[in-house]
């Protein structure tokens, strides 16, 4: 029988597909300020470019605003693409504003929230900056599913702390035996659910190899394979 009354979803990479919005968002910005033309070329020898120094910055995120993030990185990577970072201020908000308002579901994500919708309460925990998760959820069409939704960066936790999984639990209005957690990480999600002692779906379309220190209690490749659990 199945115990589960609530189920509380990642969002980046497990119901959004965040790498897709952000190159995007990226290519769409470089063109309509001419940075790179429309070939292939272009766009990869920036990417090369823009990537390492992004997650540079994006490691150290929890001490820099939305603005800094957004606006360093791109002072960095202009700067070594042209030698010339004037732009920096421009690119950074019209990228900004251009990733808040794209959305690409991964496989199956839309149908998934609309059948568990029906009979579980459902939540949301995801690390980033409230600004971008609310303004992507509302482009998407799907703010309106959850029951429960808690941002780091409003909250003033991420995951894998598990004081950000008690409040969705206390949020949700049932006990931590009756959640499931569904996620794409094994660092934030599974230690996370693990930490706050819930039941973790781990979910892995990639098919990337698990080390035997993980064992979640379910392993999915597709978002549709949900309904066979819940």
């Given at each position: 029988?199945?115990?589960?009354?609530?189920?509380?979803?990642?969002?980046?990479?497990?119901?959004?597909?965040?790498?897709?919005?952000?190159?995007?968002?990226?290519?769409?910005?470089?063109?309509?300020?001419?940075?790179?033309?429309?070939?292939?070329?272009?766009?990869?020898?920036?990417?090369?470019?823009?990537?390492?120094?992004?997650?540079?910055?994006?490691?150290?995120?929890?001490?820099?605003?939305?603005?800094?993030?957004?606006?360093?990185?791109?002072?960095?990577?202009?700067?070594?693409?042209?030698?010339?970072?004037?732009?920096?201020?421009?690119?950074?908000?019209?990228?900004?504003?251009?990733?808040?308002?794209?959305?690409?579901?991964?496989?199956?994500?839309?149908?998934?929230?609309?059948?568990?919708?029906?009979?579980?309460?459902?939540?949301?925990?995801?690390?980033?900056?409230?600004?971008?998760?609310?303004?992507?959820?509302r482009a998407c069409g799907?703010?309106?599913?959850?029951?429960?939704?808690?941002?780091?960066?409003?909250?003033?936790?991420?995951?894998?702390?598990?004081?950000?999984?008690?409040?969705?639990?206390?949020?949700?209005?049932?006990?931590?035996?009756?959640?499931?957690?569904?996620?794409?990480?094994?660092?934030?999600?599974?230690?996370?659910?693990?930490?706050?002692?819930?039941?973790?779906?781990?979910?892995?379309?990639?098919?990337?190899?698990?080390?035997?220190?993980?064992?979640?209690?379910?392993?999915?490749?597709?978002?549709?394979?949900?309904?066979?659990?819940?």
């Amino acid at each position: 029988m199945n115990i589960y009354k609530a189920i509380i979803f990642d969002f980046d990479n497990t119901l959004i597909n965040y790498n897709r919005c952000e190159q995007d968002a990226l290519r769409q910005t470089l063109l309509t300020h001419q940075i790179i033309d429309d070939q292939e070329k272009s766009w990869n020898d920036f990417w090369k470019v823009y990537d390492p120094i992004n997650w540079s910055y994006w490691d150290r995120r929890h001490t820099l605003t939305r603005t800094e993030l957004t606006l360093f990185t791109f002072r960095d990577a202009l700067h070594a693409y042209l030698g010339d970072n004037q732009l920096a201020d421009v690119l950074a908000e019209s990228y900004w504003d251009t990733f808040c308002n794209i959305c690409h579901f991964e496989p199956g994500a839309h149908d998934i929230l609309t059948y568990v919708s029906s009979s579980y309460r459902i939540g949301m925990i995801t690390n980033g900056y409230g600004e971008s998760q609310r303004r992507r959820l509302r482009a998407c069409g799907i703010d309106g599913f959850f029951h429960s939704l808690l941002i780091s960066d409003e909250v003033g936790v991420n995951k894998p702390d598990s004081l950000i999984f008690e409040m969705a639990i206390e949020d949700l209005k049932v006990s931590k035996e009756q959640v499931l957690f569904v996620g794409d990480s094994l660092n934030d999600d599974y230690h996370g659910a693990q930490n706050a002692g819930i039941d973790f779906c781990f979910y892995n379309p990639f098919g990337k190899t698990i080390e035997k220190e993980y064992t979640p209690l379910y392993h999915i490749h597709d978002l549709s394979q949900l309904r066979m659990i819940v």
